[in-house]
């Protein structure tokens, strides 16, 4: 069965650090970019990160650049985040999503997503 | 970096069809064909239905479709079921390595 497993989530002071992981299993990670989707209280998802398969290129949201790292490590199947000055505004729970992979041609979609695992800035 | 403009809710009775609407502009939905939709039922993850556009992943019902005309996308659910009542999620390419979802619309079945 092909499923991602988030850990890593807690409660932080503004100004904290957490390092999320994503478990991947039933599938080749290093098949697929992967990324990073966090959706707050009654809100809808908004995208945060992503990484080429290799883990050589990165991209960020402008929310979050500067203060947070993504990366991975195919060899563990396991993808991380790492969150750096977090504010209270970044609270959400953080999706560990994978990218659909098309054969025949480039696409932006997400195909699998994780549980996630809640974050919570907060005084 | 805006999120997608879509309607706050819509409903329908069941076999009708509602159409959910998804407005960009020229920088995200407009020039792109990676617009994708999402159903999330309360609790759990957002799922994809629709990718590219008009694309459906094998085990999604062909009574959910997509298209886009100009800035705006549109998903229409067909023979509409109670099991379709959700949260219903766009998504696009904005450039730049960018994924922008919309807002969010509930789907009531009356």
């Known amino acids: 069965e092909v499923q991602l497993v988030e850990s890593g989530g807690g409660s932080v002071q503004p100004g904290g650090s957490l390092r999320l992981s994503c478990a991947a299993s039933g599938f080749t990670l290093s098949g697929h970019w992967m990324h990073w989707v966090r959706q707050g209280p009654g809100k809808g998802p908004v995208w945060v990160s992503r990484v080429n398969k290799d883990g050589s290129a990165t991209n960020y949201a402008d929310s979050v650049k500067g203060r947070f790292t993504i990366s991975r490590d195919n060899a563990k199947n396991t993808l991380y985040l790492e969150m750096n000055s977090l504010r209270a505004d970044d609270t959400a729970l953080y999706y560990c999503?994978?990218?659909?992979?098309?054969?025949?041609?480039?696409?932006?979609?997400?195909?699998?997503w994780g549980r996630g695992t809640r974050v919570t800035v907060s005084s | 970096q805006s999120a997608l403009t879509q309607p706050r809710s819509v409903s329908g009775s069941p076999g009708e069809s509602v159409t959910i609407s998804c407005t960009g502009t020229?920088?995200?939905?407009?020039?792109?064909?990676?617009v994708s939709w999402y159903q999330q039922s309360p609790g759990k993850a957002p799922k994809l239905i629709i990718y590219d556009i008009n694309q459906r992943p094998s085990e999604v019902p062909d009574r959910f479709s997509g298209s886009k005309s100009g800035n705006t996308a549109s998903l229409t659910i067909s023979d509409l079921q109670t099991e379709d009542e959700a949260a219903y999620y766009c998504?696009?390419?904005?450039?730049?390595?960018?994924?922008?979802f919309g807002g969010g619309t509930e789907v009531t079945v009356l």
């Open positions: 999503v994978r990218g659909l992979y098309l054969e025949e041609a480039s696409t932006l979609a997400f195909d699998v």
């Open positions: 998504c696009s390419y904005a450039g730049s390595a960018i994924a922008l």
């Open positions: 020229s920088s995200d939905v407009g020039p792109y064909n990676f």
